[in-house]
């Protein structure tokens, strides 16, 4: 599966943007559908997934409330909404897609495919 994210740029605190992640091919009912994001000199962190079936979604406590997660089944595509941005929310987003079944989605090794990340600026 190739996964391409876009939709980053810049914007204020308190802004909002919509990132989008487009799969090569159908996810739905067969991946769990992953956001991460990763700050300079930072680890990956887990923001947001959806569970293949489309029904589940879970969020990091940092982005619970303002962030949220979709999938278009019919376009093989998942959004992320970033509502009420603050500055730490900068970092580079990435998308990830891993196969059904696993123990736990909130980790970088859980997934299996990954979209070359899209930069995400908040200026306070």
């Known amino acids: 599966v190739q996964l391409q994210a876009y939709g980053g740029g810049l914007a204020q605190a308190g802004g909002s943007l919509r990132l989008s992640c487009a799969a090569s091919e159908r996810t739905f009912g067969i991946y769990t559908m992953g956001w991460f994001r990763q700050a300079p000199g930072k680890e990956r962190e887990f923001v947001a997934r959806i569970s293949s079936s489309g029904l589940v979604t879970y969020y990091a406590d940092s982005v619970k409330g303002r962030f949220t997660i979709s999938g278009d089944n019919a376009k093989n595509m998942v959004h992320l909404q970033l509502n009420s941005l603050k500055p730490e929310d900068t970092a580079v987003y990435y998308c990830?897609?891993?196969?059904?079944?696993?123990?736990?989605?909130?980790?970088?090794?859980?997934?299996?495919?990954w979209g070359q990340g899209t930069q995400v600026t908040v200026s306070s």
């Open positions: 990830a897609a891993g196969r059904s079944g696993r123990y736990s989605y909130n980790y970088p090794t859980t997934y299996d495919y």
